[in-house]
C-alpha cells in the first residue's frame, strides 16, 4: 500500500513496495527492452555477450545457407543451435532490463513529486506581508518566498525566519511530520512537501531544473552507469577467458580438418559446432548477469530509502573497513534521559525529585520531560495543582542557561552547574562543595549534571544520560567480525566519549571532533589504503563527507552536506550507514559467487561438447562422455539449453542477491567455493542429462 502526499500524489514510498520479477508492470517493458538492446552498440559493451551475439548471427546466416542452398550438417540442428544462442542473448538483456525497470519506475514516481504551483515570492525577505504569485518554475537562485500552513513548497531552499511543522512523506515516505527552522542544521526544506502549521520565509537555493528532486531522478535513472573499479577487473578476466576459449575454438577447425585427413574417416567439425562449443565454454552465465548485478545493487539501496549518485558508491560500500559514526542520533538515542537523583547533603531524594519536577513540568524538551517521568516512577509524583499553586514558569534562555518556575515568590532552578554556580553566588549564598564533586562523577560516567536549585538552597544534581540504542553493541560486534573498525565521533570532552565509547562497544573514537579534526582522521585512514564511510547531516559535515569514500547525507540536513555527500537518505537515519554497508557486500558477494558458478559449470560442458564434437574423428574421445548422452546432436544441443536456461534460473539471485551474512572473508570465500563452486560444477551435469533425457523422450534430435 503505497503513503501518498498531502496532495494526493503519490511519494517515494511507492516504489518501496517491492514488486515480484514477474510483476506486468516490469515484466512486459523488459521483455521489449531486451529486443531493444539487440542493437549491436548495445551489445558491444559486454564482450562476453557480444560473443555470443555473433555467434547467434552466424548460425543464423549458416541456417539460411542450409534452406537455399547445401548446409553443413541438417537445417534443424543449425535452426536450433541458433534458436537457443538469440535466447541466451535475450535473456541477458531480460535480466538487465528487469533491473533497468525498477529503476524506471523509481524515476517515474519521483517525476509525480514535481508539480506545477504557485510562490508567494517575496519582494523583501523582511517584508513578508508584500509577496506576488509566481509560478514557482519563475523562482530563481537567491529568491525569497513565504509559505504558510497548508502550502506546499515550491522550491528547494534554505529557512531565513520562521519555524514550521513539514510534511516530507512525499520524499521520504515516512506520515511522521519534521520541524524546520532558521539556522542550524534544519533550515533546509525540499520543493514539493507540504507546510502542517505555522509559516516559513525561504530563500531559494537552487535554479530550475536543480532541485533535489530533478537530481533525485538523474540518480535513479543513471542505473546505467559507469563499470566500478572491481567490475572492470573482473570484466577484463572474462574477455581474458573469452579470447583464450576463442583462440581454441578457432584452431579446432584447421586441426580437424586435418585429423580427418590423416586418418581418411570420419568428419570434420563444423562451425555450428564450434559456435556452441565456443558459447557454452566461455562464462556466459556471469557475463549476462553482470550487468543487472550493478543496477540491482543500486535497486536495493532505492528499496532502503538511500539514493546513490552512482554504482561506484554502492560498491564502495561494499568494501568499507572503516565506520565513522557521529554519537548523536547514531549510536545514542539522540535525546539525553534523566537517571538518577543525586540529592545535596541534607536532601532526601524525594525532595530533590520533587523541587526537579516543579522546575520542569513546563519544560517540552525531552530531557525536561524525562525528569518529570523518573519522579513519577520512583516517588510518584504526579496532578500537580499549578493553578493553586499560582506558577509562573521561567523558560530556558541562551543567556541564563536555566529554567524553572517561580510559586508565589519561591524560585526554583535547574540548569548547567556553571549557571546554577553563578545564579546562587548572586544571591550572596554558597555553592556546596559536595555538589560540585557529584558534578563530577557525573561527568566522569559521561553523563550531563544538571544542578537544581530552591530558593537559593542547592538540592542537587539530576544525572542526564545519553542512552546508547538497544542492539548497536551487538551491530558493532557484527561489523568488528566482518574486519570493519568502528570509529564514533562526538564533540562531547574525552570523559564522557569514553564511558559512551565503551559502552556502545566502538573500536575507537574522536572527542571534542572539529571539521578539521574529522578530515585529517579520514585522510590519515585512506592514507593507510582504507576505505572509509561517513555520515553527516550539518554545514560542518561537508569537508569530511568531500573527502569519506562512501559519504552519507541526511535529507534533513544541509544543502552544503547534500551536495558533499554521494548518497543521500531520505529517512534521514543515522544507523542507515550500517544497512549500506550491508548492502554493498550483498552485491559484491552476488557477483563474487555467480562468478564462482558461472566458471564451475563450464565443467560439465567440457564432458558433454567436446566427446560430441570430436568422437567421430576420435573414437577413444568416448570415454569422456560420463553422462551417456544420446548422440552427439543431442549432447551439443542440450549444453546449449542448459548454458541458456542456467540464465533465466538465475535472474531472480541477480535481483535480490545473495543471503546476506556477516562473516569474515576467509569464511565467506570458504562457502561460495562449497556452495556456488560445487553446486556449479554438479548442477550442469545433472540438468544437461535430464535435458538431453527429454529430448530423447520427445524424439527432438
Not at 273 to 284: K, Q
Not at 292 to 299: F, W
Not at 329 to 335: A, D, M, R, S, W
Not at 556 to 579: C, F, I, R, Y
Request: proline share 4%.
Amino acid at each position: 500500500m503505497s503513503i501518498e502526499s498531502p496532495s494526493g500524489v503519490p511519494g517515494l514510498a511507492v516504489t518501496r513496495k517491492n514488486k515480484s520479477l514477474f510483476d506486468a508492470s516490469l515484466l512486459w517493458p523488459a521483455i521489449i527492452d531486451a529486443f531493444k538492446k539487440l542493437d549491436p552498440r548495445i551489445q558491444w559493451r559486454s564482450p562476453v555477450m557480444f560473443v555470443v551475439y555473433v555467434g547467434s548471427i552466424l548460425t543464423t546466416l549458416l541456417f539460411i545457407q542450409s534452406v537455399v542452398g547445401k548446409g553443413e550438417t541438417s537445417s534443424g540442428f543449425i535452426f536450433a543451435t541458433s534458436l537457443w544462442l538469440w535466447f541466451t542473448v535475450l535473456f541477458a538483456n531480460f535480466a538487465e532490463a528487469v533491473a533497468e525497470g525498477r529503476s524506471k519506475a523509481q524515476a517515474a514516481s519521483l517525476r509525480g513529486l514535481k508539480q506545477s504551483s504557485q510562490a508567494k515570492k517575496l519582494a523583501s525577505p523582511q517584508d513578508r506581508t508584500q509577496w506576488t504569485s509566481v509560478p514557482a518554475t519563475a523562482l530563481l537562485k537567491g529568491d525569497c518566498y513565504l509559505v504558510q500552513s497548508g502550502d506546499v513548497i515550491p522550491a528547494d531552499g534554505d529557512v531565513i525566519e520562521g519555524v514550521a511543522s513539514v510534511d516530507e512523506s512525499a520524499i521520504t515516505g515516512e506520515s511522521a511530520p519534521v520541524i524546520r527552522e532558521s539556522g542550524g542544521d534544519f533550515s533546509s526544506v525540499t520543493g514539493g512537501t507540504r507546510v502542517l502549521s505555522d509559516w516559513l520565509v525561504v530563500r531559494v537555493a537552487v535554479n530550475p531544473g536543480e532541485a533535489f528532486i530533478d537530481r533525485m531522478i538523474a540518480m535513479v535513472e543513471s542505473a546505467k552507469r559507469k563499470k566500478t573499479p572491481n567490475e572492470v577487473a573482473l570484466t577484463i578476466l572474462l574477455v581474458a577467458l573469452t579470447i583464450v576459449f576463442l583462440i581454441v575454438t578457432v584452431t579446432l577447425l584447421p586441426f580437424s580438418l586435418f585429423s580427418v585427413a590423416a586418418a581418411k574417416s570420419g568428419s570434420p567439425v563444423t562451425i555450428t559446432v564450434l559456435i556452441a562449443l565456443l558459447v557454452c565454454l566461455i562464462p556466459t552465465t556471469i557475463g549476462g548477469l553482470l550487468s543487472a548485478i550493478g543496477v540491482a545493487g543500486m535497486s536495493r539501496m532505492m528499496r532502503a530509502n538511500v539514493i546513490a549518485t552512482s554504482g561506484r558508491a554502492v560498491e564502495a560500500a561494499g568494501d568499507v573497513d572503516v565506520l565513522l559514526l557521529d554519537k548523536t542520533g547514531t549510536i545514542t538515542l539522540g535525546n539525553r534521559q534523566a537517571s538518577a537523583f543525586v540529592p545535596a547533603s541534607g536532601v532526601t531524594e524525594a525532595q530533590l525529585a520533587d523541587v526537579a519536577q516543579l522546575a520542569s513540568l513546563s519544560d517540552e524538551t525531552p530531557e525536561g520531560r524525562s525528569i518529570v517521568v523518573l519522579a513519577k516512577q520512583l516517588f510518584n509524583l504526579r496532578e500537580r495543582d499549578l493553578a493553586g499553586m499560582q506558577a509562573s514558569f521561567v523558560p530556558f534562555t541562551a543567556q541564563t542557561r536555566m529554567s524553572g518556575v517561580d510559586l508565589d515568590g519561591r524560585e526554583i532552578r535547574k540548569g548547567s552547574s556553571e549557571a546554577i554556580k553563578t545564579y546562587v553566588q548572586t544571591l550572596g549564598k554558597t555553592f556546596p562543595p559536595d555538589i560540585l564533586r557529584a558534578v563530577d562523577d557525573v561527568a566522569r560516567r559521561g553523563s550531563t549534571p544538571l544542578v537544581v536549585v530552591d530558593d537559593g538552597r542547592v538540592m542537587g544534581v539530576v544525572e542526564l544520560k545519553d542512552i546508547v540504542k538497544g542492539g548497536i553493541k551487538e551491530r558493532f560486534a557484527e561489523l568488528r567480525r566482518m574486519g570493519i573498525k568502528t570509529v564514533m565521533i562526538t564533540g562531547d570532552n574525552k570523559l564522557t566519549a569514553a564511558a559512551i565509547a565503551a559502552e556502545a562497544g566502538v573500536d575507537d573514537f574522536l572527542a571534542e571532533a572539529t571539521p578539521e579534526q574529522k578530515l585529517k582522521l579520514i585522510r590519515e585512514y585512506q592514507a593507510q589504503g582504507r576505505l572509509v564511510a561517513m555520515t553527516g547531516d550539518g554545514t560542518n559535515d561537508a569537508p569530511a563527507l568531500a573527502q569519506a569514500d562512501v559519504a552519507v547525507a541526511m535529507n534533513s540536513g544541509t544543502q552544503a552536506a547534500k551536495e558533499a555527500g554521494n548518497m543521500v537518505d531520505l529517512d534521514s537515519n543515522p544507523t542507515k550507514l550500517l544497512e549500506i554497508v550491508e548492502i554493498g557486500k550483498q552485491m559484491l558477494m552476488t557477483r563474487g559467487s555467480l562468478t564462482t558458478f558461472s566458471i564451475a559449470n563450464d565443467i560439465a560442458k567440457y564432458f558433454a561438447i567436446i566427446p560430441a564434437a570430436f568422437v567421430s574423428t576420435y573414437p577413444q574421445l568416448k570415454a569422456l562422455d560420463i553422462m551417456h548422452l544420446t548422440s552427439p546432436a543431442s549432447a551439443i544441443m542440450s549444453a546449449v539449453i542448459f548454458n541458456a536456461l542456467i540464465i533465466v534460473v538465475l535472474i531472480p539471485l541477480a535481483l535480490k542477491g545473495v543471503p546476506y551474512r556477516a562473516v569474515g572473508a576467509a569464511r565467506l570465500l570458504r562457502r561460495n567455493l562449497l556452495i556456488y563452486g560445487l553446486g556449479g560444477i554438479i548442477v550442469p551435469f545433472v540438468g544437461i542429462k535430464l535435458i538431453d533425457m527429454l529430448l530423447a523422450t520427445l524424439n527432438l534430435i
